[in-house]
Structure formats: C-alpha cells, structure tokens
C-alpha cells in the first residue's frame, strides 16, 4: 500500500517548492514519522505482552524505552533523508554542536550519566520501596534524568538521578526477610524472666513470625522509670506492616494478661524542707475552705 | 450424606448437601468454619479458635445462626448464578515445604541411616457443586513461618512444624488433623551429618487416609557429598506402617525422580 501511494505521489508533478523539497517529499518524510511512531508503539506494547513475565519490571521498562527509540529514530532519519539532509555535513558539525550543548547542559548530562550508572549498579529497581533523603516511596521509573517515587500518600517525587548517585538509599524490600524490632519499657519491679517468657510466646504464637531466625530479647538498659528490652523478631518483607502491628497489640495484651506493668515515667519531687509534710488544702463546693496541717 | 446433629465424628471431609439459607458450623481441629448457602451465594467464615496445635476436635452442628460466627472470624463470599447445593471438604497437604526442628540436635554417622516419623497439618479443601468447584483452602491450624537457607538473604520461606518429630511412631500424638510423613535419612556422605532442621518437601507428596489416619508417602533423603544437599526419593503408594490406604489427595508438585533438594540447614544465629 505504501508503495502505490508513494507511485501516486511521484506520479504527481509538484510544483510548490520549498528549498527545492517537493510537496511529495514532505508527505513521504510525514508519513514516515508516523509509520515509525506507530510501529514504536506497537513494538512497546508487543513486549509489555509478549515478556510481561519473563522480565523485571525495571528491564522491561529500559527494554521497552530502547526498541521503541530506536524504531522511531530510524524512521526519523529516514524522514530527514526524505527531505534531503546530508548526514554527512550533520555530523561534521556535531562536534561543535556537542561542544555548545556540553557546556550548556551540564546538569543534565550529569544526570544522564548518573541514571546510567543507577541503571548498571541495579540497587534500586522499579518497583522497590527506597529511603532517600527524608523521602520514602516506591519507585515508579528510572528515567534519563531523574528517579520518580510515589510516596505513601500518593505524592510523586521526582528525584534527580545525580542526588541519587550521591545519596544514601536504603532498600526496603532487596532481601526477603526483614527485622522487626519493638522498644519495650518494663517496671523495675517485674521478673525479667516471666517478661522474657512472655514475649517469646507472643512471637511463638504469631503466625507470621519466623522460627527462624529465632525472637531475641536484648537487654537495652536501665532507664529512668523502666528496664528497656529490644525485643526483635523476623518476617518476610511483604508482611512486615501486619507483622508490626500484630506484635505490638500481641505484646500489649500479653502484658494486660499477665499483669506486665508497662511504667509510666516517675518524677519524684524533693522540697527544700523534704522533712516536714507539705500543707494540703481542700476546697469544697467552691464556699468553704478547710485547711489541714 | 448426610451429617449426623450433635454426635462426634470420627472424619470431616466429604460431599455434603446444603439447603438454602442453611448454615453449618464444623469445628475441625483449631479451626472453625461456618459454611452458609444462599440463592446464588456460598459464604465461608472461618477463625482458628484455639493456639493448641495437636487439638483433636471434630465436630459439626447444624443448629447454629448467623449470631453465632466468631465476631472475628474473617468472612469469604462467593457468587454464583444459582448456588450449588453440593459442598465437598477434603484434606490436603500444605502447599510450602515444612521444616522440622529436633528437640535436641543429633548426629548421623556416616553410611549410617535414621527414621523419623513427623506430623504437619492439612488444610480444609471447600468445594461446591458437582464438579467440585474449588473455593478456597483453609488450615486446620496456622503453622508458623519460618525461613529455610543458608542466610537471611537467600533461602525459601517454609512452615515450621509445630510438634516435633519422633524416631519412634508410637511416641506421636494421636490427633486426626494431621498428616504422618515417614523420613528415612542416609548419610552416605564421609563426614557425619548434623541434623538442626530438616526441610520436608511436602508438596511433592499426596495424602493418603488409612482408617481414621492421614499418611504421605514415605520419603528418602539421601546425603551424597558433604553439603547440606540431600537427593529426594519418593516410596510408590502409602507407607507400609499405614497399612491398607486410600488416595485422597494428589500432590501438588510432581517430583523428578533422583530430585536434589536442600535439606538440611543450621540454626541461624537471630542476629
């Protein structure tokens, strides 16, 4: 069909000129824009069918970006050839032109490269819950220039790949297992040996709680109102919100049970003359007043 | 079939006719389920009523009302155009490996061989209709997670067996919501083998119903080298000690024959 429609159009004597392009050749070089836009689409959307599960959500994503780039400028190339540029004069001159653009955009080309180098280290990928900064999200793509993240209350930040070459990220979901740990305050009172049992058996009696690696109890210190125990168990990283949360209410209600005091902190106050009591007054109904030493 | 009203039973899978708007409550092992038939709905409430893992109840009332579901029993619907009167419950095995935990360690010599006898639960298969629509499986009870592997980077999320296993078939529990797996262990490797954890591949083997007993076949696993590797060999039907038996349940997984599985593990240090 193209090459009866390009027949009819060389068939046509063109008379408009512009630069000495005919009218036919820009429609071909049109034409051609399109065609390629639209086989780059469908090249995107034949590999988010045809390798929706073979591949990683970030390497379909670079996949994807490369064949329909590359399809598309093909045909742009095409196109200008269409239109008769030379290539040759085009690339003659690109190094001055890289030379200017160099200069001009540096920050970019800082990014460019940096999203590269985020690309080949492959320690965040898309679809990973990261910490950057004060920013925690889910990355949703790791684009030429920057990082975009979805926060937890479905902001994007937008981060650029250079701030996340040079930043401390923590990744959240990398490994499979993840450590819950809970600060626990006890009375100075309590036997540490009962708490200890106590705590293993609401780790023992969570589902979702991991045998292995055991529970561990660790010793923090006295503070001023409480001995202070870290009390850490393991869960798989997809279910460590429920894990958290079910521990803590687990822990909480086996201390209500078995009469665990969690203290609340203690001020004693000392007056000057801590000897002698101090002078209490009561007031009743607001019209007579008593006083007692 | 009908379910006798108040009288123990002795199995709880089966087929089942439901009547419209008819609720059942059965009482299996730590579970309890309330299985609820409308016009064009199955309901299934379901909530693990007790933290014994070797509770042995079985029973079934069809007297109970809507009032009468744990008010934190979690709630499953299913939609049909016109719901089907048959209910199927079957058991079938977990679909994790689950991994076994000695009370003590021991050592295996080698070209020595061990037989453990070990007991994991099953689930609560629901089905409707005459083909046997498949709703949803429901544990009898909630075995713990654990992790299987040499690190806490890489390694296999698995079931811990809560009731330990036994060299001696006589020293398990009697409890009816389990299912018996016969373990032979062979060291054939030159170094003495250190039995911590042992993981049973479970969803390479079917269930078996010998009188009122659940079994797995008996499985092999054989330690060549002096890794923590084992290979997996699957004893044909229901183990010997079982007896006559009958098929209820197929695997879920089909194993390759000679099949090298990781087996054995350490204790991880928590830390």
Partial sequence: ?293 | MTIPIDQPLTVWWGEFERQESHIGRWQIGASALWLTRYPQEWRIAHYQSSNDPLASTISHDATVSHHDIHADAKVYRYSFKQAPTMLHLQPVLADRPVVIKPREPFQVQSGEEVTMYVMTPVWVRVGVGDSNNILRDFPTFRPSDTWFGSSTIEGELCYASSTLGRLRLEDLPDTPNRAITPIKIRNRSKTSLLLERVKLPIQYLALYRANNDLWTQTITLAREQNTDNATLQIRKGAPVEAGEAERLAAPNLKAESNLVVRAFSRLFSGA
């Fill in chain 1, 1 to 293: 069909m193209i090459n009866s429609m390009q027949q009819w159009l060389d068939a046509i004597d063109f008379t408009n000129l512009v630069g000495g392009i005919s009218l036919a050749a820009f429609i071909r070089a049109a034409l051609l824009v399109i065609i390629g836009f639209v086989l780059a689409r469908l090249a995107r959307l034949a590999i988010m069918r045809g390798f929706g599960k073979a591949l990683t959500p970030q390497q379909r994503l670079l996949f994807r970006r490369l064949v329909s780039y590359t399809i598309f400028l093909l045909f742009l190339i095409s196109a200008l050839r269409e239109l008769g540029f030379n290539f040759g004069v085009l690339l003659g001159a690109a190094g001055i032109v890289t030379l200017a653009i160099g200069f001009a955009s540096q920050t970019s080309v800082s990014n460019l490269i940096s999203g590269l180098f985020l690309v080949m280290e492959r320690s965040v990928e898309v679809g990973d819950v990261i910490k950057i900064g004060g920013t925690t999200g889910e990355v949703l793509s790791i684009d030429l220039l920057s990082t975009k993240l979805r926060t937890f209350d479905n902001l994007l930040v937008r981060i650029p790949n250079e701030t996340m070459v040079k930043s401390e990220i923590t990744n959240f979901n990398r490994f499979p297992i993840r450590r819950v740990d809970t600060m626990i305050g006890v009375a100075y009172n309590e036997d540490l040996q009962r708490v200890k049992d106590t705590l293993l058996h609401v780790a023992e009696s969570n589902p979702l709680c991991l045998n292995d690696p055991s529970p561990q109890i660790i010793a923090q210190g006295f503070g001023e109102s409480s001995v202070d125990l870290q009390f850490s168990v393991w869960g798989t990283t997809e279910n460590y919100l429920d894990l958290r949360n079910s521990i803590q209410q687990g822990i909480k209600e086996a201390f209500s049970d078995g009469g665990i005091e969690i203290p609340f902190p203690y001020r004693n106050l000392y007056m000057d003359e801590s000897s002698s009591p101090l002078p209490v007054r009561i007031v009743d109904s607001g019209l007579h007043t008593n006083k007692i030493d």
